[in-house]
């Protein structure tokens, strides 16, 4: 059935105001329309979705349509579980069209972008160029729970990657077991299996494609465009799901930020931010050093590091840091290494964290320091021992590089 084209704005808040009164009707966390890349031996395997436009908290309006447009191409939602999944097809789309008909005119650039959306693939589908049925999913999460399906686990990488999901606030359990092992060919992902089947042939003809990288995530730049003062020199060091604030500089070599870890600001990256990790505003992780992540040391805690705090060349942190901290090169602080902290050094830290509880002692556990601001963790060179000092340097990274 058509749906009749809605002639003002007026009219179409009319519409969402009633549709919301629906029973199937449910406000999502999160939804958007996915173009899907399946697989070229078994085509109801989904090995990529790309979202044009991602909701997240937001445009409830939308999320009416497209639950309004579906109910009228003949599917019925059940919005009862944690997440909806549809084909879209040219009916569903020509239903959305007439729902947004007032706002056609106006969509372009910010403005509309749903709007925007759903006029791009009707144009894809007046021309024939796509296949309905296989080419574009509408994806609905419903709950935070444990992610079903391919496409959920893309929506919510989305909401990472673009920032409208803090870090660390969305389940993604269960993602590694959804998601393929493909090769990836720049921004396509092909089945091993099919290359294996098809390897002779290929190099025959000389059709072998480049791959870039075997892996169940892409390139974070495969699908977000970052802000204009970030950098990432080398794309293969970012993947999905990390998310980086506006300044932030990923160098080549040792650097590496994984999925749901990132940078609340500008930060230099010469290191590696395991996943989970979090590194504060005007931080430097020096070059080949490592924050642990949840799987790699932390006892699955994850870690934060604070602003203005300098990570040396080769150091590793599997504690989180506060502000103004300093770790020297090649220095590891885990939770149970041993810091020496002399009594004018031990006031000194206090004056700076007068929440701390510190005990009557001069060898901490790497734990018991956990979070503190301003303590410069050093290693003495001819005892070998680890030692605590208040930190007196202010770490203050080149505002022409950031």
Same mark, same amino acid.
């Given at each position: 059935?058509?749906?009749?084209?809605l002639?003002?704005?007026e009219?179409?808040?009319?519409?969402?105001?009633?549709?919301?009164k629906?029973?199937?009707?449910?406000?999502?966390?999160?939804f958007?329309?996915?173009?899907?890349?399946?697989?070229?031996?078994?085509s109801e395997?989904?090995?990529?979705a790309?979202?044009?436009?991602?909701n997240?908290?937001?445009?409830?309006?939308s999320?009416?349509?497209f639950?309004?447009?579906?109910?009228?191409?003949?599917?019925?939602?059940?919005?009862?579980?944690?997440?909806?999944?549809?084909?879209?097809?040219?009916?569903?789309?020509?239903?959305?069209?007439?729902?947004?008909?007032?706002?056609i005119?106006?969509?372009?650039?910010?403005?509309?972008?749903?709007?925007?959306?759903?006029?791009?693939?009707?144009?894809?589908?007046?021309s024939?160029?796509?296949?309905?049925?296989?080419?574009?999913?509408?994806?609905f999460?419903?709950?935070?729970d444990?992610?079903?399906?391919?496409e959920?686990?893309?929506?919510?990488?989305?909401?990472?990657?673009?920032?409208?999901?803090?870090?660390r606030?969305?389940?993604?359990?269960g993602?590694?077991?959804?998601?393929?092992?493909v090769?990836?060919?720049?921004?396509?992902?092909?089945?091993?299996?099919?290359?294996?089947?098809?390897?002779?042939?290929?190099k025959?003809?000389g059709?072998?494609p480049q791959?870039?990288?075997?892996?169940?995530?892409?390139?974070?730049?495969?699908?977000?465009?970052?802000?204009?003062?970030?950098?990432?020199?080398?794309?293969?060091?970012?993947?999905?799901?990390?998310?980086?604030?506006?300044?932030?500089?990923?160098?080549?070599?040792? %650097?590496?930020?994984?999925? @749901?870890?990132?940078?609340? /600001?500008?930060?230099?990256?010469? &290191?590696?931010i +395991?996943?989970?990790? $979090?590194?504060?505003?005007?931080?430097?992780?020096?070059?080949?050093?490592?924050?642990?992540?949840?799987? %790699?040391?932390t006892?699955? @805690?994850?870690?934060?590091? /604070?602003?203005?705090?300098?990570? &040396?060349?080769? +150091?590793?942190t599997? $504690?989180?840091?506060?502000?103004?901290?300093i770790?020297?090169?090649?220095?590891?602080?885990?939770?149970g290494?041993k810091?020496?902290?002399?009594?004018?050094?031990y006031?000194?830290i206090k004056?700076?964290?007068?929440?701390?509880d510190?005990?009557?002692?001069?060898?901490?556990?790497?734990?018991?320091?956990?979070?503190?601001?301003?303590?410069?963790?050093?290693?003495?060179?001819?005892?070998?021992?680890?030692?605590?000092?208040?930190?007196?340097?202010?770490?203050?990274?080149n505002e022409?590089?950031?």
């Amino acid at each position: 059935m058509a749906i009749k084209a809605l002639d003002s704005t007026e009219a179409f808040a009319q519409f969402v105001e009633d549709y919301k009164k629906n029973d199937t009707y449910r406000d999502p966390i999160g939804f958007g329309i996915a173009r899907v890349d399946r697989g070229q031996l078994n085509s109801e395997k989904i090995l990529q979705a790309t979202y044009p436009v991602i909701n997240w908290n937001e445009n409830y309006g939308s999320a009416a349509v497209f639950m309004a447009a579906l109910q009228e191409s003949g599917i019925e939602i059940d919005s009862s579980g944690s997440e909806f999944i549809a084909n879209i097809s040219k009916e569903f789309v020509h239903n959305a069209m007439a729902l947004f008909a007032p706002y056609i005119a106006e969509a372009t650039g910010d403005a509309h972008k749903n709007v925007q959306l759903i006029k791009a693939i009707a144009d894809l589908f007046e021309s024939n160029v796509v296949d309905d049925a296989q080419s574009f999913k509408v994806v609905f999460v419903f709950e935070d729970d444990a992610p079903k399906s391919v496409e959920s686990v893309y929506l919510k990488l989305y909401a990472l990657s673009t920032g409208k999901a803090a870090l660390r606030k969305i389940n993604l359990n269960g993602a590694f077991g959804i998601l393929e092992n493909v090769a990836w060919s720049g921004n396509m992902p092909i089945e091993l299996s099919w290359l294996r089947e098809n390897e002779i042939s290929l190099k025959v003809d000389g059709m072998y494609p480049q791959i870039d990288s075997v892996d169940k995530f892409p390139r974070f730049l495969q699908h977000i465009i970052p802000a204009d003062n970030t950098r990432i020199l080398d794309a293969s060091k970012v993947r999905m799901g990390a998310q980086l604030a506006p300044g932030t500089t990923v160098m080549p070599g040792a %650097s590496y930020i994984n999925f @749901n870890a990132g940078t609340t /600001g500008p930060v230099m990256v010469e &290191g590696r931010i +395991s996943s989970s990790a $979090i590194v504060g505003s005007g931080s430097d992780v020096g070059g080949g050093a490592s924050i642990l992540g949840v799987l %790699s040391g932390t006892d699955g @805690n994850p870690i934060s590091i /604070g602003q203005n705090t300098l990570l &040396g060349a080769n +150091s590793v942190t599997g $504690i989180p840091l506060g502000d103004g901290c300093i770790v020297d090169a090649g220095v590891a602080i885990l939770a149970g290494t041993k810091v020496l902290i002399d009594t004018d050094e031990y006031n000194k830290i206090k004056e700076a964290n007068p929440q701390w509880d510190g005990a009557d002692t001069d060898i901490f556990k790497g734990a018991t320091l956990a979070g503190l601001n301003g303590i410069h963790f050093r290693q003495d060179s001819i005892t070998g021992e680890i030692k605590g000092f208040r930190s007196t340097r202010e770490v203050k990274l080149n505002e022409e590089l950031h």
